[in-house]
């Protein structure tokens, strides 16, 4: 099995910066895709940022030019810069690994982590 943990949630003011940290482990043979989604109340939970196996990014609208997603490879870590906040980012983020091989034999699969609650105050 595999597990995600996310760090780095909090509070913070509006135009105010945060880093999340998720890193996933156990048992591993590789990881295509990871990434961020977040949820709020009653909405469904949406893209933030998305980082493939080839270093290839995929932001959300809302994340352009604010946020930044990295990833340690040999750590099978990803983390997210989030810079000038707003009250709008308010939500549980959420870490996500896809195309996750646990065998060079195995099938692929999908893993979340459990959330961590970013709240922006204005």
């Known amino acids: 099995q595999v597990q995600l943990v996310e760090s780095g949630g909090g509070l913070v003011q509006a135009g105010g910066s945060l880093r999340l940290s998720c890193a996933a482990s156990g048992r591993i043979f590789s990881i295509n895709t990871m990434g961020w989604y977040r949820q709020t109340p009653g909405k469904q939970r949406e893209l933030v940022a998305i980082i493939t196996s080839s270093g290839s990014t995929n932001y959300a609208d809302s994340a352009k030019g604010r946020f930044t997603i990295s990833r340690d490879y040999a750590k099978n870590t990803v983390y997210l810069q989030m810079n000038s906040l707003k009250p709008e980012d308010t939500a549980v983020y959420y870490c996500?690994?896809?195309?996750?091989?646990?065998?060079?034999?195995?099938?692929?699969?999908?893993?979340w982590g459990q959330g961590t609650q970013v709240t922006v105050s204005s």
């Open positions: 996500y690994a896809d195309n996750v091989r646990t065998s060079i034999f195995s099938n692929e699969y999908r893993f």
